[in-house]
């Protein structure tokens, strides 16, 4: 076997050398000629074994020019790619543009991405826009809403007359065998601990596989070339019915931590989705909300949840078809709240909040009437 360095001909055509002893003219077939070729531009060693073509070696030639080796090429490409979809950054989604970017990078990258942050702000959001951003199938799975986590990651075993025990492989299954799939492990820090054992595997990026049955000889299935996790988790003090996941778990993952918007973007985000709705509405929906995320943060805090965009979208939407703010509020947000304690419960101090911006928002509406189409004229 000779290892031999492959160098372009005068006449174009491929020719190799054998130490100094031997040089020829490569034919071989389209295929073999571009692998010749890749071997080439690369600097690749190629091996041969009595002339025929055997394989390359990743052992790189020398001097061959930087600009030239296929690893720049690659990143080259992937810089394009990444630029694209960095600069694609969806309107109707509110995250910050680093965040945005080294989201699309480790779905690009094929990493295991865990998204964190208080409810209702928007983690599988950005999951599904990033997927239909760059083109990928994203696959689905609500893990805390999961019973039988083996069922839902591996499949069944069934029982048939004729063909005796068959095994029926879960979604989950055929969806990690599918080459560059957007996998998204949604409310993965509710799931049952069974759910992350299975799924320990299949995150390692040395391992990549899931093995179908508990005995350790059992058949496994092979994570195809470049799947995405994107697993979606609310972490913190605030969200006691969590599970505290398991450290090994979470090494597993690049971690991109979304937060609640400020006043500013939530204003903008509900405008867009409700471009007909009433400004000064919003503006106080904004407001009520933003008051709920202040209080939450200071050291004297007197309720133990924000209102998350998530209410805040169903609010203007309630307001949109004809609810009043009062209305709006009553219906989608003091349930949250606690009741207990009467006039020093979480919910009494709640209601006090909405009915500040509510008259707010009413006193203008029957006595500014100058002020605010003056305001009106400004803004467009
Ligand atoms: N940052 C945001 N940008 C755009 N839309 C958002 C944002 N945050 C929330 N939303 C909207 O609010 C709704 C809820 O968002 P989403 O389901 O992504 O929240 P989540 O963080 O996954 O919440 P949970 O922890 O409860 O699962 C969606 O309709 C989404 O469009
Ligand atoms: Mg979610």
């Known amino acids: 076997m000779n290892k031999i360095i492959l160098t ?3 006449n174009g055509q491929l020719s190799y050398q054998c130490g100094t002893a031997f040089t020829g003219t ?3 077939s389209e295929d073999r000629n571009k692998i010749l070729k890749r ?3 690369s600097g690749k060693n190629i ?5 025929i073509l055997t394989g390359t070696t990743s052992k790189k030639a020398d001097k061959m020019p930087k600009k030239l080796k296929t690893k720049d ?3 080259i490409a992937f810089l394009k790619t990444l630029d694209e979809a960095a600069t694609s950054h969806p309107d109707e989604l509110k995250m910050s543009d680093v965040n945005w970017k080294y989201l699309v990078r480790s779905v690009l990258r094929g990493k295991n991405i865990m ?3 208080p409810a209702g702000c928007g983690k599988t959001f950005a999951a599904q826009q990033v997927a239909e951003t760059i083109g990928r199938d994203l696959h689905y799975f609500n893990l805390g809403a999961t019973q039988d986590p083996r069922s839902t990651l591996i499949g069944n075993v069934h029982f048939d007359k004729s063909s005796g025990t068959v095994f029926a492989e879960s979604p989950f299954i055929k969806a990690i065998q599918q080459p560059n799939a957007v996998i998204l492990l949604d409310e993965l820090s509710r799931a049952n601990p069974e759910a992350w054992n299975i799924l320990m595997t299949v995150l390692d990026p040395g391992q990549r596989y899931v093995r179908l049955d508990e005995s350790t000889d059992s058949e496994t299935i092979k994570v195809a070339d470049g799947v995405c996790f994107i697993a979606t988790a609310n972490i913190g ?4 019915s969590t599970r505290v996941m398991d450290k090994a778990l979470m090494d597993r993952f690049v971690t991109i931590e979304m937060a609640m918007l400020n006043q500013f973007d939530e204003f903008d985000l509900i405008s867009k989705r409700f471009p007909h709705a009433d400004k000064d509405v919003i503006r106080a929906i904004t407001e009520i909300a933003e008051t709920t995320r202040k209080e939450c943060k200071s050291d004297t805090a007197r309720i133990t949840g924000a209102i998350s965009t998530r209410t805040t979208l169903e609010m203007a939407s309630l307001t949109y078809d004809g609810f009043s703010l009062i209305e709006a509020a009553e219906v989608t947000v003091y349930p949250q709240y606690d009741d207990a304690g009467g006039v ?4 009494t101090f709640v209601k006090q909040i909405v009915q500040k911006y509510s008259q707010d928002d009413t006193s203008e509406d029957l006595f500014n009437t100058d002020q605010e189409e003056s305001e009106d004229t400004t803004q467009s």
């Open 26 to 28: 490569i034919v071989q």
């Open 237 to 240: 003090n605030e969200y006691t």
């Open 8 to 10: 372009p001909a005068d």
């Open 39 to 41: 071997a080439l531009r």
């Open 115 to 117: 998204m964190t942050g």
């Open 47 to 51: 091996t041969l074994e009595d002339g």
């Open 73 to 75: 090429r690659a990143q």
């Open 344 to 347: 020093d419960s979480e919910r």
